[in-house]
């Protein structure tokens, strides 16, 4: 009797089912997911994209032609291209490009926040990306920052030596009377800083200017595959989510797994005229396709009885609902039909249900037996059940012994000694008695009531049992001193649909008749 979680030890098989399951979550999710990203396509504003690029010289000739050599830029230039990129994004230059591209209101902040500025892998390039709603204003910024970027570094690089070369022409103005040694030499200096300059500011220079902007969003083209992709994402996350969240339990190999007992027999609907009438298979057509099921059944629980020998059996579920007294009326006719002399007693107190099988409404019941106002003779219903059915006369017989009237207290009265009594008594009359006991997970009779039974037989319908229900129904049979027989399931896909249950509430905690004076005896 394991309860281990279901989610573990999945199969692609079980994968596969859930994503069936929950295929109308999927598609729904696609489906919103893919018109909200065209959606925001089409409400975007259009915006451009263009880019221009700068050369970074890789040599320092004004270090070689003042015998310094290039290791500063040679060794370590990738630390230099990045600190040029980041010069690049300060407010001055973008100032300086806003001031070669008249007739934008873009402030330097604003332009620095539509601005990409990156180094290029495995080349001497700095990239500068402009964004922006106007196609033609994009261009001239694109164009304009890089050339700005050159004019500033020209200023920064030339500014020392434009104060150098001022100090030495001051100089030479001071020597050029006197001329000599000194001033051929200052002259020669400033010949070489005019050198210097003009191959400093050839060290950076614009690679490729901007001459049109692309088109970047919105795209629709693009963005509808993504929308697709992302929702299929999302609902495959959602079915997941929602599949474990859902605690029903969805197969007979999971619910054997939870319970610990075999699987007995899977029933399919019965037809709906017979469940609005009330009527059986087994009664109304027991040799048709519909009883085919529930004869399995039958030849199922006499197999797994052989060792057992259990002349009572009681049946039960979780909750109401789940097909039992259904299941115990077709039961106990197919058993009577097989041979068998079966006695089916309804102790379900609170909803009676098996008098309306068998046309046996307003009889007395057990409740009349105990009280000694009938004896079993008179109370148990002889259900005929060969030719006014249309098959031969079976060597079996069936006995229906009703509920009867409401107890005072069923709990106490399903585990006295009068009952215990009367169920003795049936046991040496028939071949097979058949307890029809309420849903164990509602009161406490079916287990008072598992003491008087031989072996036990679950009822549980797909698709409406959860498994916390399942896992407490288990500890609840495992506790059950009878033989644990196995398990039906119920509410299996079939071409018939609609359910077992007949009615919705079970009648736990609904107002109920009044019991008579009479039955006070039963008290104690």
Do not use: C
């Amino acid at each position: 009797m394991d309860a281990t979680n279901p989610n573990e030890h999945r199969s692609l098989r079980d994968y596969l089912s859930v994503i069936r399951r929950r295929k109308w979550v999927i598609a729904a999710t696609v489906v919103v997911v893919t018109a909200a990203a065209l959606g925001y396509s089409l409400l975007q504003d259009k915006t451009y994209q263009a880019a221009s690029q700068v050369l970074l010289g890789r040599q320092n000739l004004a270090n070689l032609l003042s015998g310094l050599g290039d290791q500063p830029i040679g060794n370590d230039f990738q630390r230099i291209a990045q600190t040029q990129a980041e010069l690049a994004r300060s407010p001055e230059v973008a100032a300086l490009a806003l001031a070669r591209a008249p007739g934008t209101s873009l402030t330097p902040r604003q332009l620095l926040d539509r601005t990409q500025i990156t180094v290029l892998p495995n080349a001497d390039l700095l990239e500068f990306r402009v964004t922006g709603g106007d196609e033609r204003e994009t261009v001239r910024l694109a164009t304009a920052w890089p050339e700005a970027f050159v004019a500033y570094r020209r200023t920064l690089d030339n500014g020392a030596l434009d104060i150098a070369r001022n100090g030495i022409r001051g100089r030479v103005n001071q020597l050029e009377e006197r001329r000599g040694e000194l001033y051929e030499e200052l002259i020669s200096k400033d010949e070489q800083l005019s050198t210097i300059q003009a191959l400093q500011g050839s060290n950076v220079s614009v690679a490729r200017r901007a001459d049109q902007a692309a088109l970047v969003a919105p795209r629709p083209l693009r963005n509808l595959p993504l929308g697709i992709a992302l929702g299929l994402v999302l609902g495959l996350g959602f079915a997941f989510l929602r599949e474990a969240l859902d605690t029903r339990v969805r197969s007979a190999e999971e619910l054997t797994e939870i319970l610990g007992l075999p699987l007995v027999a899977r029933l399919p609907e019965p037809p709906r005229r017979l469940r609005e009438a009330h009527k059986l298979v087994m009664m109304e057509d027991p040799n048709g396709a519909a009883a085919e099921p529930l004869r399995l059944m039958r030849s199922n629980v006499e197999f797994l009885n052989l060792e057992r020998q259990a002349r009572v059996i009681m049946i039960t579920s979780a909750i109401q609902g789940e097909g039992k007294s259904t299941i115990i009326g077709n039961l106990a006719v197919a058993l009577a039909r097989a041979g068998k002399r079966v006695v089916l007693v309804d102790l379900d107190f609170r909803r009676s249900t098996v008098a309306k099988f068998f046309d046996a409404t307003g009889r007395p019941g057990v409740t009349e037996v105990a009280l000694g106002e009938h004896g079993l003779d008179d109370a148990i219903v002889p259900v005929p059940l060969g030719v006014e059915y249309g098959a031969d006369e079976p060597a079996g017989s069936l006995g229906v012994l009703t509920a009867g009237a409401l107890p005072p207290d069923v709990g106490e009265f399903v585990g006295g000694r009068r009952l215990a009594g009367i169920l003795s008594e049936l046991r040496e009359r028939a071949d097979i008695v058949l307890l029809d006991t309420p849903p164990v997970l509602k009161v406490s009779d079916g287990m008072t009531l598992s003491t008087q039974a031989d072996a036990v037989l679950v009822v549980a319908r797909m698709n409406l049992i959860r498994r916390p229900m399942m896992q407490e129904l288990a500890r609840l049979t495992y506790s059950m001193p009878a033989e644990k027989l196995g398990f039906v399931l119920t509410g299996i896909e079939s071409v018939a649909g609609g359910g077992y249950g007949y009615g919705g509430g079970y009648g736990y905690g609904e107002p109920m008749r009044r019991p008579e004076r009479r039955l006070a005896g039963l008290r104690g």
